[in-house]
């Protein structure tokens, strides 16, 4: 599998709304406006980005990508934090299209588990 690139824009409302606009109009003619990039996520100011990239969401996306754990509750147990506050980060990421979560089920188990996947190369950020 190709790992994919997401870019992170910090741009005013403003530009925020040009960028929709190309957007749209290169979608509607079948092109892909950002190029290599699968994902942009874009905020007003940097300070979103602390907020939604926090520390403890680094850390969850690092150790999605090196430890590859099973579920949400291998994922709190690596990290070492709550299940529930580490449920809560994923599905903010989740809801951002950074990680996804994908139902998996053990041999063995009548419950299925969501196991969350991270396979961007990295990230870019453009001011």
Known sequence: ???KRF???IMTF???GQEFIKTWKAAESGENYEGDYDLVLGFPDLSWISKVLSRER?????TIRDKKPESIRQLAK???RAQQNVQKDVQE???LGVIEL???RKKGQKRESLQPEYDWDGFDIAV
């Open 1 to 3: 599998m190709k790992a």
């Open 93 to 95: 990421l989740v809801k």
């Open 78 to 80: 690596f990290l070492d």
């Open 102 to 104: 994908k139902k998996m």
């Open 58 to 62: 680094v850390r969850i996306i690092q």
């Open 14 to 16: 403003d530009e925020s």
């Open 7 to 9: 870019k992170i824009k």
